[in-house]
């Protein structure tokens, strides 16, 4: 599989090596992130903002990137917010995100709604 890296082949080595940034840094729990329950609304932002509400091109694309990573964060937030509550974050990150960066495309000269 490529050149060794202590033992590992270099993919699981840059994996294992990245997980650290996206798990730990914002708190968000291991498992979850594993079974790819804080990546979904991130990637509904990312397509809604690049291709389908705006003009896809590369500031979209860019801009989408930013709103899918702060749909990331904001999953485990809304989460712990409503979890004292018996509540779950379902959908709200994808809506609440998309919506306030929709709102903001007018007021950036470079990107246009379709």
Do not use: N
């Not at 294992?16 to 329950?37: I, N, T």
């Amino acid at each position: 599989m490529g050149q060794q890296k202590g033992g590992k082949g270099v993919r699981e080595g840059a994996s294992a090596d990245a997980r650290p940034l996206s798990v730990e840094s914002f708190g968000a729990p291991a498992e979850a992130v594993g079974q790819g329950l804080l990546g979904h609304s991130g990637v509904l932002v990312a397509l809604a903002l690049c291709g389908v509400f705006v003009a896809p091109d590369g500031w979209s694309a860019a801009y989408a990137v930013i709103g899918a990573a702060a749909a990331t964060v904001l999953t485990p937030a809304l989460g712990a917010i409503t979890a004292p509550f018996g509540g779950h974050a379902f959908t709200w990150p994808f809506v609440l995100t998309t919506m306030l960066f929709l709102a903001a495309v007018p007021v950036i000269p470079r990107l246009r709604r379709v």
